[in-house]
C-alpha cells in the first residue's frame, strides 16, 4: 500500500513538473501583459481570454505531456503490474483540470480535449509496461 502511495505522489510530482515546464514556455511566447499580477484572478481570466489558440492549445500539450509521463512513473514506481496507481493520477488532475475550467474562461474543444487527454495516464501505463526495468 505505502509503494501505491508512494507511485501516485512520485507521478503527481513528475507530471506537475512537465506541466509547469510546457506552460512556462507557453508564458514566454504569450507573456503577461504589462503590470499584470499573475495571482490577480480578474486580470488572469482577462490574459486567458486573450490568448490565441496556439495559447490555449500548449496548456493541452502541457496536460498530455503530464498525463504520459505521469502514468509511466506511477506504473514504474508501484511495481505491480496495474494500472491503477496511473488511474488515480489521471483522476486527481481531471479534477484540478475541470476546477480550472470552471473558473476560467475555456471555450468548448478545451474541455472536450481537456478532459479527454488524461486518458493519457493509460498510455503511459502501457509504455511503462513494455520497457525493461
Known amino acids: 500500500m505505502l509503494k501505491k502511495i508512494l507511485a501516485v505522489f512520485a507521478g503527481v510530482i513528475v507530471a506537475s513538473i512537465c506541466i509547469w515546464a510546457v506552460e512556462t514556455l507557453n508564458h514566454i511566447m504569450y507573456p503577461y501583459p504589462e503590470g499584470m499580477k ?15 489558440f496556439l495559447g490555449r492549445f500548449m496548456v493541452i500539450v502541457g496536460y498530455a505531456v503530464g498525463a504520459l509521463v505521469s502514468g509511466f512513473i506511477a506504473t514504474k514506481v508501484s511495481k505491480d503490474g496495474k494500472p491503477t496507481a496511473a488511474l488515480i493520477c489521471g483522476i486527481i488532475f481531471l479534477v484540478f483540470t475541470i476546477y480550472n475550467m ?32
Open 102 to 133: 470552471t473558473v476560467l474562461p475555456t471555450p468548448i474543444w478545451f474541455w472536450v480535449l481537456g478532459i479527454l487527454v488524461w486518458t493519457l495516464v493509460l498510455a503511459g501505463y502501457k509504455l511503462a509496461l513494455n520497457k525493461k526495468e
Open 38 to 52: 499573475p495571482n490577480d484572478m480578474e486580470s488572469f481570466k482577462s490574459y486567458v481570454e486573450t490568448l490565441p
